[in-house]
């Protein structure tokens, strides 16, 4: 035995200390793992921490909007200076626009509950202001116009019926203004509504069969139910669509939130910031808005979507509860069959 030598023979899966004991390699790796797991509960600590924070922020932040904004409606109810209201109107406006952007904005941290929370608020805001604005900025009303008793009576003929007087009703030649926004009850028509009909309003499209509609411009809400072989494109909608019964259709928007029920074979090009949602549905198609027309980037910026955040390919199914498993209801368009042409 080597005495001088004043060592012994070992295992060799070991390391050297200070004191020329040697550490098994598996007791350095064991206590490297623990500091590296105790390193990850510390960053998603202060990870949850800055979540919290934030997540305090927005609710202060919004409920004091809220607050101002449901302040200025008030102030609206029964006011005699039509100028002054329709000011403050406006101003209520551009408020509940910056607060749909600032909820838009904060999806990427608020809990699923304080997220639903936020927008029934928003969306209640949105229609006590539709209220107010009919209120006060009532629609001219038409009346039938009275003929002398011995005036022979001759009616002009009537003209056809186009898509710019969708929803509008004659009355002895004059036209009436419609009750909401949109087209109804139409086959094998081109309907289009510009910027300047659709002023943020909610839209409403229903019983529509082998029709094309462009809406040009930025809706509060879009409706679409009872369609059939349509082309539907709309410009950026700020707040959800609401697609039922729908067939054999092609549909393209920006939206926050889309809700589609009972659809069957059609295909969705969607920029979506929320969630997409599907019940009772088969056969639909999705993939990533691609449609442009001019005037696009400043509706954008109305409707206050974030343009850089788009879920278009995240979509719930509530008929589909299998965890890790795609739905069959539902899948992506490859992209050498997605659509390249769209309006010239």
Partial sequence: MDVESGTCQGNEDSGPSESGIKIPDRMLKREQDRLEDVERKKEAKNSQSVTEEKSGF???????????????????????????????LEEVTTKTQLLQKFLNDSMVFLPQYELRQAQAALQKLQNCLAEKRDE????????????????????????????KDSGRTKVDGAVSPPEQCGFSHFEGQVLTKSGEEIKQQDVLLTHLTNCKVRLLGSPSTVHIKHVQNCEIFSGPVSSSVFVDHCTGSTLSFPCQQLRTHHTTDTQVYLHVTSRAIIEDCQGVRFAPFAWSYLGLDQDFKVSGLDRERNNWNQVDDFNWLALGTQSPNWSVIPETERRTEWDS
């Fill in 58 to 88: 927005f609710t202060a932040t919004f409920s004091s909007e809220r607050a101002t904004i449901e302040e200025l409606l008030e102030g609206c109810s029964g006011a005699t200076d039509r100028a002054l209201a329709t000011q403050t």
């Fill in 136 to 163: 006060i900025l009532p629609k001219k009303k038409f009346a039938f116009r009275s003929r002398a008793a011995n005036t022979p009576k001759v009616d002009p003929p009537a003209p056809p019926v186009t898509p």
